[in-house]
């Protein structure tokens, strides 16, 4: 019984979605000039990598997540978790824009290397998106465009938004 209640769930997300801001977001993407940026922790960041491998290939956008390992671990450890994405962001312009992939949408206590990314963004002009969970967090108060995956049972929220996000890039 849990696949066809969750099941059911997915589809629930998919009937409540907001379809016209996945057009302006997909629209707004098509004209970007510049690189897009993609950042995401945990398993949004395996799907930052794989929505930045899809935008080169599929849709010939110049998209790069930061997936060196090595790099993001050696940050971490030098200078402090809340920093891993400044450094990669330092050189954005405004014909960039930074996606952020989360859950959480990242607060004042948890997820800060995002919040940290997006006021790099913004001050170096470059446009801000976002796919989140229901609450939105920083992201959603201070992308220009950001979807929230309508999801309404707690225990389901990560691995519904973590999904969706997919389902929407």
């Known amino acids: 019984m849990h696949a066809k209640s969750y099941l059911a769930e997915a589809s629930i997300i998919c009937q409540r979605i907001e379809y016209d801001a996945i057009d302006r977001m997909a629209a707004r993407l098509s004209l970007v000039k510049g690189r897009v940026y993609i950042a995401g922790l945990g398993g949004s960041m395996a799907n930052a990598i794989h929505m930045a491998a899809d935008l080169r290939k599929l849709c010939n956008l110049d998209a790069e997540a930061f997936d060196n390992i090595a790099e993001l671990t050696a940050r971490m450890n030098d200078e402090g978790p809340e920093t891993i994405f400044e450094n990669w962001l330092s ?33 170096n002009g470059a446009a801000v998106f976002g796919i989140v969970g229901p609450d ?34």
């Open 91 to 123: 050189r954005s312009t405004p014909s960039d824009v930074l996606f952020i992939l989360s859950v959480g949408g990242g607060t004042e206590m948890v997820s800060q290397s995002l919040l940290a990314a997006i006021r790099k963004a913004k001050e």
């Open 136 to 169: 939105g967090g920083y992201t959603a108060e201070h992308a220009d465009l950001c979807i929230r995956i309508p999801v309404e049972t707690k225990a389901h929220i990560t691995p519904h938004t973590e999904a969706f996000q997919a389902v929407v890039w």
